[in-house]
């Protein structure tokens, strides 16, 4: 299954048990892709009694284009809402991790009003951008800005497009445009990439009925989501999902 961005970029992904009411689309971390384990392993839960739909970012797995590391990945998870929408669902909420977060929290705050998802959760993702505190972020740097850092990320399956040259605004800065839209943040108090302070920045940011989960043990994303945590997100978006006022029938689907 295959679907083009509004940017022509073709996406790759999985459309997991089709037919139920509530959709959920998932956007996963940085080098991850509907393929690994982990991602497949909570599609797969959270697919019990909902439709989930799956696409790799651009730059990543078997979908083209470029990763932009958060920033044009907006289109990509647009993507995936418009798909949700054209397979009859009204009800269509966004979950991401990680980068994936970051990109569902972006998406949410800027997307026009007729087409933001109907709830959104966020799982370990950054609060701002450049983040250096840990050793795993020290890392990542090295890999997106680094010649030779690059070219391991393309070892690691991740296409990478050229460095920012204007700084998009940050998580933190967009979340207070997410509500009405019902908020869910998840963090973990293990999480080695991205201190808690994110997530209640976040929090902060974001204001309204925002709820958070500070998750006791918990690490770093799609790799640390139990199966528990993953039924308990999947509670919340049943219970918090809105349906659309005005779904889109409109798009590309190859």
């Not at 839960?45 to 799956?54: E, I, K, P, S």
């Not at 973990?188 to 043990?217: C, K, M, N």
């Amino acid at each position: 299954m295959a679907v083009f961005t509004t940017d022509r970029v073709r996406l790759a992904g999985v459309v997991v048990a089709p037919g139920h009411e509530l959709a959920v689309v998932v956007g996963h971390g940085f080098t991850n892709n509907v393929s690994r384990p982990a991602v497949r392993r909570v599609l797969h839960r959270l697919a019990r009694g909902r439709t989930v739909v799956a696409l790799d970012f651009r730059g990543h797995g078997r979908s083209g284009g470029r990763s932009t590391v958060g920033v044009d990945e907006v289109l990509d998870l647009a993507a995936g809402v418009d798909l949700a929408r054209r397979l009859g669902h009204d009800r269509v909420a966004t979950l991401g991790f990680s980068m994936g977060a970051s990109v569902a929290l972006r998406h949410a705050a800027l997307a026009p009003p007729a087409e933001r998802p109907g709830a959104v959760v966020a799982v370990s993702g950054p609060a701002r951008w450049f983040e250096r505190e840990t050793p795993p972020m020290r890392r990542l740097h090295w890999l997106v800005e680094e010649p030779a850092g690059r070219v391991l990320a393309r070892a690691l399956g991740v296409r990478l497009g050229a460095a920012w040259r204007d700084v998009p605004p940050s998580p933190v800065e967009l979340a207070r445009h997410v509500p009405p839209t019902p908020l869910l943040l998840v963090h973990g108090d293990r999480d080695h990439y991205f201190p808690v302070a994110h997530g209640r920045s976040l929090q902060l940011a974001a204001g309204g009925d925002t709820e958070l989960w500070l998750e006791r043990g918990m690490r770093h994303a799609e790799s640390a989501a139990t199966p528990d945590l993953v039924d308990r997100m999947g509670a919340w978006l049943d219970a918090n999902t809105r349906r659309s006022a005005d779904p889109r029938q409109d798009g590309h689907v190859a």
